[in-house]
């Protein structure tokens, strides 16, 4: 089996459109959503949308910061950008979509793997696994072989072996990755809908459970016409350009 995997895609439908399909064309035939359907994005009802009828027809969809934060504004401090994309995307979501992102867990235990947004070391604070030692907290917290994450925007692997210590390796565009049986291994996609890398392409990955290979993927789409929609939206133009940048 291959699973399509999708992180921050923060309302951003074109990113995610673009992603899905080249995910399909990869052979991917599950969906895993690691988190922030919402925030910073013109396009949140959409998004909401299409995780639902995914989960509905059986993918895996975890709980956000972004998403969280939709139902309580005070579950973490956020930049006033980042605020002011919130309570607009309050407004925009209905009930029930509000009520499908409450209803998120915060993590999921799929055979081997573990899925969440931030961490696996206390999911509900939403820490940055940005480094070698927070991998390895989130790599004790849990017995599972592979951790897939999210949050932090950028593509990272990080595993153990013989020592105690995380080791950190920065995939590629179009790497793929066998994951040895004899390592456990920590993985953070990507962000699909708002890329900070310097390179506007949406980031996405996929696992094959069968070969146990990550693939990483960069996939180009319709950046300008995205910030376009955050700009008619009246959102922040700073968000606008993080698209147009990626960054």
């Known amino acids: 089996m291959r699973i399509g995997l999708l992180a921050d895609l923060h309302a951003n439908r074109e990113a995610t459109e673009a992603c899905m399909l080249a995910l399909a064309d990869a052979g991917c035939t599950q969906w895993v959503f690691l988190g922030d359907l919402v925030g910073y994005g013109a396009d949140p009802e959409w998004l909401v949308d299409c995780a639902r009828e995914q989960v509905a027809a059986g993918a895996i969809a975890v709980q956000g910061n972004h998403d969280a934060a939709v139902d309580d504004g005070s579950i973490q ?4 950008h980042a605020r002011a994309a919130l309570e607009w995307t309050r407004g925009r979501l209905d009930r029930s979509q ?3 992102l409450r209803g998120l867990p915060l993590q999921v235990v799929d055979a ?6 931030a961490s696996a070391a206390m999911p509900a604070r939403w820490a940055y696994v940005s480094n070698a030692l927070a991998a390895w907290q989130s790599l004790q917290a849990t017995p599972q072989w592979l951790t897939l994450l999210g949050h932090v ?44 890398d310097g390179n506007p ?24 016409r995205a910030a376009a929609k955050v700009v008619a939206a009246g959102l922040p133009r700073s968000l606008a350009q993080r698209l147009l940048q990626g960054r």
């Open 77 to 80: 401090p956020m930049h006033e």
């Open 98 to 100: 509000r009520e499908f």
């Open 112 to 117: 081997d793997r573990l899925y969440a947004h």
């Open 153 to 196: 925007h950028d593509q990272a692997v990080y595993y153990t072996g013989a020592t105690a210590q995380a080791i950190h390796f920065q995939p590629v565009a179009g790497a793929v990755l066998p994951l040895l049986p004899s390592r456990r291994w920590l993985a953070i996609v990507g962000s699909c809908g708002q890329p900070r």
């Open 201 to 224: 392409a949406a980031a996405c990955a996929w696992l094959d459970t069968g070969t146990r290979r990550l693939g990483f993927l960069r996939v180009p789409y319709d950046h300008e």
